[in-house]
């Protein structure tokens, strides 16, 4: 990896950072605060709220085994994703390297900060190369993208084609583990004090169903956590957040529960699928939602979405023509959209 310095923005190094007033107190014991022109009624969310969520940081070090120094917390993952840009990539100079398919926010990010984005295409079992990725890289690719499990194609990256681009990049390379929880591989942040250059995403909006929250996690070596924490806004995390998220990682269990649950029914749901007529090929899945290759995707989509019925058209992305991609919803949810599907075979068969 490059020295920190050469890949960190010459203004970001050198940025001076917003000082806020609850930054510049950090002791325990005060009793009066006059000290950030808050209002002392309407409590509590008359207060800013910790700029660094310290004991939310702390919390989650022990359930999710990373130091709190290695910790960012940010309005839902895709703060962390803009920072990436903000921190690495010099507007017109720079250039990215992902995989294509994936999540859209990578791209959308690049373009408005104006950073070139460019696109590897995965092989037909939606797998990576490290040397084709590799081989797109010159010495202005600031950052590699890679998600795992990857949305929208549900399945895992091979672990030694990521750890070879991790090795072999001199840059950044972030690894969106959004769906981690719903994978049966060993989530690469657990390797992190491996990776000075490894930037591991997670997300509350998942597994932990607190999308509406709003919080999003990142992990690293300190020296990126620090910059990141020098660039977002000083309150990034509301009061209201961090008080709910507390309570939610007191009650981690719901989330093993909730897991295991939605597992069993994506299995039902993968079953049920694949002796569908309209349904051509479902691909593997490591996350909370699978993609189904179906006859006339277009057509089903429209037809669900008269019947009431939700889910996400994929059919224009590359690699994943004729493709819709299913969250796993609740038993009923699930039995729904099947007998909706089943109806739709009916009337297709008699044709
Ligand atoms: C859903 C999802 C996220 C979550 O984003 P938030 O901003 O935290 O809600 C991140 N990455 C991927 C790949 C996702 O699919």
């Not at 607190?210 to 806004?233: D, S, T, W």
Request: some cysteine; aromatic content about 10%.
């Amino acid at each position: 990896m490059k020295d920190l310095n050469l890949l960190l923005r010459k203004n970001i190094q050198d940025l001076e950072p917003y000082s806020c007033a609850r930054n510049e107190y950090s002791g325990k014991g005060a009793k009066v605060f006059l000290d950030a022109n808050e209002n002392p009624y309407n409590s509590p969310i008359n207060r800013y709220p910790d700029p660094l969520q310290k004991d939310i940081k702390e919390k989650i070090s022990r359930l999710k085994r990373v130091h709190p120094e290695c910790i960012f917390l940010g309005n839902g993952s895709d703060e962390a994703i803009d920072l990436v840009y903000r921190c690495f990539c010099e507007p017109r100079i720079d250039n990215v390297v992902a995989i294509e398919p994936t999540y859209g926010m990578y791209k959308v990010c690049a373009d408005i900060n104006d950073v070139e984005y460019r696109k590897v295409l995965l092989d037909e079992n939606f797998q990576l190369s490290a040397n084709h990725i590799l081989n797109s890289c010159d010495e202005h690719t600031k950052v590699v993208w890679l998600c795992s499990p990857n949305n929208p194609t549900g399945n895992e990256l091979d672990r030694g084609e990521v750890e070879k681009i991790l090795q072999e990049f001199e840059g950044i390379v972030v690894v969106d583990e959004a769906y981690s929880d719903f994978s049966h591989v060993q989530p690469l942040r657990l390797e992190l004090h491996k990776h000075p250059n490894l930037i591991v995403l997670n997300t509350f909006s998942k597994a932990w169903g607190c999308a509406g929250l709003r919080l999003g996690m990142a992990f690293a070596y300190p020296e990126i956590i620090e910059a990141f924490n020098k660039v977002k806004y000083p309150y990034n995390v509301n009061i209201l957040t961090q008080e709910r998220i507390r309570q939610q990682l007191d009650n981690h269990w719901d989330v093993d529960k909730w897991v295991s649950i939605l597992l069993m029914e994506r299995e039902n749901m993968v079953e049920a699928f694949k002796l569908l007529h309209s349904c051509k090929k479902v691909y593997p899945t490591d996350a909370n939602f699978f993609l189904a290759k179906m006859e006339n995707a277009d057509v089903i989509y429209q037809y669900l979405k008269d019947n009431g019925i939700i889910v996400r058209n994929r059919s224009n992305v590359t690699l994943c023509e004729e493709c819709l991609r299913i969250t796993v919803g609740s038993k009923s949810e699930n039995a729904e959209l099947l007998s909706v599907l089943r109806k739709y075979d009916e009337q297709n068969d008699n044709k």
